[in-house]
Structures are given as structure tokens and as C-alpha cells.
């Protein structure tokens, strides 16, 4: 099959990369010249793991190409996924359609209307129940219209797009249907379920996925706000909740909360929806969800704030992490790089590493310093900051740290480090929701 990709940021570079690794031809679409330039010569300009293999080999392979003519999107498919960002409006929660609305149009001004090559425009974006319709609408017959949400993890999203736990389209025809099942028929074949339903629907498992799994973050951590003022551990607490098959481990880390481009943006945008619609009750329960995770960043700054005596003026302060998540450079709401900035205004010397990150990191936060290996970040430090839980962080010898630093303290705010390994080496080791060590 062939199909275009409008927009090529992360889901649509993603996207239209697998498309074409499982065999479909595929054109990439973007205003971004520069950008469409470098995904032209098989270079990825963000980092996820697998991509840049695949997009080298697809492109080379001819099966995957880019432009920045929407004209010429329409004149190669008849079926066009909308991948576009779907922004915080400013001044409001709510989310900002502007940029789905102008590919949407881009595409209606060239695609003939009518007849038995309908084209097909897929919306992949995030948006608010009743934004395919309204699209639908827009397009005015020329093309039909179907929402086929994205449920990709930063690190993660190859395989979250070639083994999708389940695909979900939402459909205003059969044809539409029919098209979407012979698009990922290569992914189907390994059985996950394929869910068919409404544009309404499927609009709403995406918001409404993203809001279960916000809410239960959240929920642990202020379990972990708990655990601080009884003594009880809630690392324990969340392995023994987890081993209840009724809730599961997964999601249920305590920690600094989440961030991202997504998941904080697209619970507001949920939640202002449904003030809009008149049910704002119904997602009283985000709003809160919310301000748990967004408190986690100050109850951090305040326990490594006790740790190096109750000020951080003039204080070394080292930050491991600035990517928002590990296995990613993204820094966009990025929870450790909100702790470091606040505990830089606090006082404090700071300097952050990241093993991807950095570049980008020191674009958003020109104030910060960065170092390009963590003994460099924590040479002289009173307190080292576990901000993100990247796999190389477990793996550092607390030993050899130790004779870096000017106080051996660490506040291992994700609750991955090898506690007994880091109290035996002579740190002391504090994490929210759990005893002091050390």
C-alpha cells in the first residue's frame, strides 16, 4: 500500500519508518525543510533506539521518502495519517488544534473529492472527542476520515509500533475499516486484537488511557507522601500492591513523576474538555492526579535541601538525568531538569549529566552547567540528585564516586539504586517514601 505521513516528528518520523519496514511505500510530509532534508539522508534528529537503523535501511531501500509538498502527498496516496503536534493552547489547558487543522487542510486544497478513491485522512494526534467529526466536516466529502491513536513510549516506540499491544481505529465506514485492516495486516498476523469503533471512541480510549495511567503514578507517590511521615517504605508498599494481579506492577513506581511532551499536556487539555462540556466533576480526580505529580519536583528539592543542612547557598550539587524518561533526549517537561533549575535558583552550583540528553538540555537551560561524564558532574558535590533512571546509573560503582564528591549523599528520587550497595560504600541514601539509610 502506499500512504503518506504528515508530519514527521516523533510519532510520524516513527510512523513512517515501520510503515515502510513492514512494506508499504511510504512519503514522509513536513513544512521543515531542514528537518526533511536530514530524514532524506536516513538521519533521525532526535535519538530512539532502533529508528536510525530503520530509516537508514528504508529510505536506502526505496520504500520511504520525503518531501515538503503536501501537493505531492496527494498525488502519491489516497490514505494520509495526520501526525502533527497537538500543543497546550496558551493561557489555557486546552489543546491547540491548529496545526491538525492547517494539514488538513494542506491536504484538502489537492485531493479530488468524491468517487471510488476516496482518500483517507487517519488522524494519529491527540485531541479532544469530536475532533474527527469536526475534521469531516471541514473536508467537506473529500475525504473520509478515521482516528487511529498512537500509544508509543519514548525508548520504546519501534517496538511499541511493530508489536503493538493492540491497534484501535476509529471508523466512520467499512471501507475505512477495510483499509486500516489490509494497512497493518503485516502486524496482525502475531495476533493482537484490532479494535474497530467509532471516531468518539477512539478518540476517548487515548485520553482516557493517558489519564488511568497518570493517575496511577500519582497515586503511588502520594503513597509515598505517606510513607514519609509513618516510617513505612513505599518501595515495599508498591512491590506488595503490584503482586495483586487486580492492579499490577507496571506504572505503579514511586518516584519524581512524569513529564514529557505528552502525558502532563494531554491530562490538562482532557481535563479542560470536559469543564467545556460541563462535566468538569468527572475529571476532578486528574486535576488532582496533576498537582500530586507536579509537587513531587518540590518535595525532592526540599529533601536534598535537609540533606546538605537546610540551605543550598554555595552548595555542589550534582544531577544525574535530563531527559524526561530514559532511552530519550526529549526534555520537554522534563521533571529532573525542573528540580535542577529550582534548586540552581535556591543557591546551589549545579551540574548535570545526561548520557543523551545534554545538547538539548543545555538549549532549554542555558543557566545550568553540564558535564559529560558523571565524575566530572559530581566532582566536589554535597549531594548528588538520581533524576532519571537511565540503566547506567545502576551500574556505577558508589565507591569510586565516593572519592569524588565532597559529601557522600545521594537522593535516589527514582528508587532504582542498589540501596544496601550505595549505604555500604559509605553513602547516605535517601529516597521520598522511604526510611533514611546511612
Excluded at 502533527?84 to 489547558?93: A, E, L, N, Y
Excluded at 506492577?249 to 460541563?278: N, T, V, Y
Excluded at 505529580?293 to 540551605?311: I, K
Amino acid at each position: 500500500m502506499r500512504l503518506s505521513v504528515i508530519g514527521t516528528g516523533y510519532v510520524g518520523a516513527v510512523h513512517a519508518a515501520c510503515m515502510a519496514e513492514v512494506g508499504h511505500e511510504v512519503l514522509g510530509v513536513d513544512v521543515d525543510a531542514e528537518r526533511i532534508t536530514a530524514l532524506a539522508a536516513g538521519r533521525v534528529p532526535f535519538y530512539e533506539p532502533g529508528l536510525g537503523g530503520m530509516l537508514k535501511r528504508t529510505v536506502d531501500g526505496g520504500r520511504l521518502r520525503f518531501t515538503t509538498s503536501t501537493a505531492e502527498a496527494v498525488r502519491f496516496a489516497d490514505m494520509h495519517f495526520v501526525c502533527v503536534g497537538t500543543p497546550q493552547r496558551p493561557g489555557s489547558g486546552a489543546a491547540d488544534l491548529r496545526y491538525v487543522e492547517a494539514a488538513v487542510d494542506a491536504l484538502a486544497a489537492h485531493i479530488p473529492g468524491g468517487g471510488p478513491t476516496q482518500a483517507l485522512v487517519v488522524g494519529k494526534s491527540t485531541v479532544p472527542v469530536g475532533t474527527a467529526e469536526r475534521l469531516a466536516q471541514r473536508l467537506k466529502g473529500a475525504a473520509d476520515v478515521a482516528w487511529n491513536p498512537e500509544f508509543l513510549r519514548e525508548g520504546c516506540a519501534v517496538q511499541d509500533t511493530l508489536r503493538p499491544e493492540r491497534i484501535v481505529a476509529g471508523v466512520r465506514t467499512a471501507h475505512a475499516e477495510m483499509r486500516l485492516r489490509e494497512l497493518y495486516a503485516p502486524l496482525l498476523t502475531a495476533g493482537m486484537p484490532f479494535i474497530a469503533t467509532d471516531t468518539a471512541t477512539a478518540e476517548m480510549v487515548k485520553l482516557a488511557s493517558n489519564a488511568f495511567l497518570a493517575t496511577k503514578i500519582s497515586f503511588i507517590n502520594a503513597m509515598a507522601e505517606i510513607c514519609d511521615v509513618t516510617g513505612a517504605d513505599v518501595r515495599t508498599l508498591a512491590e506488595a500492591m503490584g503482586a495483586d494481579s487486580r492492579i499490577g506492577p507496571r506504572f505503579l513506581a514511586p518516584g519524581l513523576g512524569f513529564g514529557g511532551s505528552c502525558l502532563p499536556k494531554d491530562i490538562r487539555a482532557f481535563a479542560a474538555w470536559a469543564e467545556e462540556r460541563g462535566v468538569a466533576e468527572s475529571v476532578t480526580l486528574l486535576r488532582e492526579a496533576d498537582a500530586i505529580n507536579t509537587r513531587q519536583r518540590r518535595r525532592v528539592v526540599d529533601l536534598a535541601e535537609r540533606l546538605v543542612g537546610g540551605s543550598f547557598t554555595d552548595r555542589g550539587v550534582a544531577v544525574l538525568g535530563a531527559a524526561f524518561k530514559p532511552r530519550s533526549d526529549d526534555v520537554r517537561d522534563s521533571p529532573a531538569l525542573a528540580v535542577a533549575e529550582e534548586v540552581r535558583r535556591r543557591g546551589a552550583r549545579v551540574r548535570v549529566h545526561d548520557p543523551e540528553a545534554v545538547d538539548n538540555a543545555r538549549a532549554a537551560h542555558p543557566a545550568l552547567q553540564f558535564a559529560l561524564d558523571v565524575a566530572k558532574a559530581c566532582e566536589r558535590a554535597d549531594v548528588v540528585l538520581h533524576l532519571t533512571e537511565w540503566p547506567q546509573y545502576r551500574e556505577l560503582d558508589p565507591a569510586s564516586l565516593a572519592t569524588v564528591v565532597r559529601t557522600p549523599a545521594i537522593v535516589d528520587a527514582r528508587h532504582t539504586l542498589d540501596s544496601v550497595a550505595w549505604r555500604a560504600a559509605g553513602w547516605t541514601l535517601c529516597a521520598p517514601g522511604r526510611p533514611r539509610l546511612g
